[in-house]
Antibody, heavy 119, light 107 residues
Framework: QVQLQESGPGLVKPSETLSLTCTVSGVSISDNISWNWIRQPPGKGLEWIGYIFHSGSFRYYPPLKSRVTMSVDTSKSQFTLNLRSVTAADTAVYYC????????????WGQGTMVTVSS | EIVLTQSPGTLSLSPGERATLSCRASQSVSSSDLTWYQQKPGQAPRLLIYGASNRATGIPDRFSGSGSGTDFTLTINRLEPEDFAVYYCQQYGSPPLTFGGGTKVEI
């Protein structure tokens, strides 16, 4: 059974870097599928942030790409999100998710982690 | 970027009724690239429908999807209490991947 679990600080100060980790279990992170981050501001809809493959290839959402970096650690079966220079607008629940390209859908999601940007 | 507009924003119905949710795209989307998710309060979204009309594993047959081009529909027949939730459409035919704003189905 594939499971994803997000972890990281729940509070980040403005202008600092938000760093989250997603730990993957039940499947190899080295499978040729994309590992994604998606966020949801309180009371609002979903916003895709980007994806990364185990090979390191990636694609980020254009409005965010100047501030986003993703990476993969296959030895730990984890992938990470770094979002720089955060503001209150980055306050959201952050989800990691596994994309299944045979159906063009996010098949498995983590439970999500709430990150608040505040001083 | 393809913008997905979902309507109505909120749908107020009773158990046993039918819900019809719309997702309209700003550009044509291949049916294979249109997906629906269900999200309940405090939970992650759950995959419902992929390829516009294919139910995901374990999804009851009262859920059905249809549509093509720029107009897609999610229909829920005979609403059950557990179906009251927010529903999102999503496309990845043309990067970047985008979601609609969601439709809340409430009692």
């Amino acid at each position: 059974q594939v499971q994803l679990q997000e972890s990281g600080p729940g509070l980040v100060k403005p202008s600092e870097t938000l760093s989250l980790t997603c730990t993957v279990s039940g499947v190899s992170i080295s499978d040729n599928i994309s590992w994604n981050w998606i966020r949801q501001p309180p009371g609002k809809g979903l916003e895709w942030i980007g994806y990364i493959f185990h090979s390191g290839s990636f694609r980020y959402y254009p409005p965010l790409k100047s501030r986003v970096t993703m990476s993969v650690d296959t030895s730990k079966s984890q992938f990470t999100l770094n979002l720089r220079s955060v503001t209150a607008a980055d306050t959201a629940v952050y989800y990691c998710a596994r994309w299944r390209d045979t159906i063009n859908a996010f098949e498995v999601w983590g439970q999500g982690t709430m990150v608040t940007v505040s001083s | 970027e393809i913008v997905l507009t979902q309507s109505p924003g909120t749908l107020s119905l009773s158990p046993g009724e039918r819900a019809t949710l719309s997702c309209r795209a700003s550009q044509s989307v291949s049916s294979s690239d249109l997906t629906w998710y269900q999200q309940k309060p405090g939970q992650a979204p759950r995959l419902l429908i992929y390829g516009a009309s294919n139910r995901a594993t374990g999804i009851p047959d009262r859920f059905s999807g249809s549509g093509s081009g720029t107009d897609f529909t999610l229909t829920i027949n005979r609403l059950e209490p557990e179906d009251f939730a927010v529903y999102y459409c999503q496309q990845y035919g043309s990067p970047p991947l985008t979601f609609g704003g969601g439709t809340k189905v409430e009692i």
